[in-house]
């Protein structure tokens, strides 16, 4: 997917069962996130006390809420988008499927930098590989028409880019609320 979207998605296209995205390959995705992000926060700041271990599970659970979370609501987004802009028929199974194999740049970068956190500028960087994934499915996956395939990738790339954070935001807000 990474090297060759045109490639992947095609054969995402032909192989994948639509029905199965989310336990194939978007939670074990967003469980190696978590646990990649528990043994970064583990390695920064010890295992000395109990604190080190409310902390890292405290990232963990921060990552585990805005990748769902964003997995979801991004895929109910790019639905109403298919739905609105692109007048195509409401399937909520095909946004999902869209949407996680489109996350695979947030779920490698969460993964990289869970466990190298000071690489958190070049992965800010690298996320707009997004774009380009989302244009080539746009195409392959979501037959969208020339016309209307630049309107899509930009409204779903934003959706794409703009859920993870916004989501881990509202959770740390809410985590330092109720603490």
Not at 92 to 107: C, D, E, H, R
Request: aromatic share 12%.
């Amino acid at each position: 997917m990474i090297s060759n979207p045109a490639k992947g998605w095609e054969e995402i296209r032909l192989r994948s069962n639509i029905r199965e995205v989310s336990f194939e390959y978007v939670y074990p995705m967003i469980g190696c996130s978590a646990l990649a992000v528990f043994i970064g926060s583990i390695f920064e700041r010890g295992w000395g006390s109990a604190e080190d271990y409310q902390y890292a599970m405290m990232q963990c659970a921060g990552v585990v809420v805005s990748l769902f979370g964003a997995y979801f609501l991004s895929s109910y987004l790019i639905n109403r988008v298919r739905i609105r802009v692109l007048e195509q028929r409401d399937d909520i199974q095909l946004s999902q499927q869209f949407a996680g194999y489109s996350m695979t740049v947030t779920f490698l970068l969460q993964i990289l930098t869970g466990i190298l956190p000071d690489l958190g500028i070049i992965s800010m960087m690298l996320q707009f590989y997004i774009v380009y994934l989302v244009w080539e499915g746009s195409e392959k996956l979501l037959d969208v028409k020339e016309d209307k395939r630049t309107v899509l990738t930009l409204m779903a790339s934003v959706i794409l880019l703009v859920c993870p954070p916004l989501i881990r935001f509202v959770f740390d807000k809410l985590n330092i609320f109720l603490n």
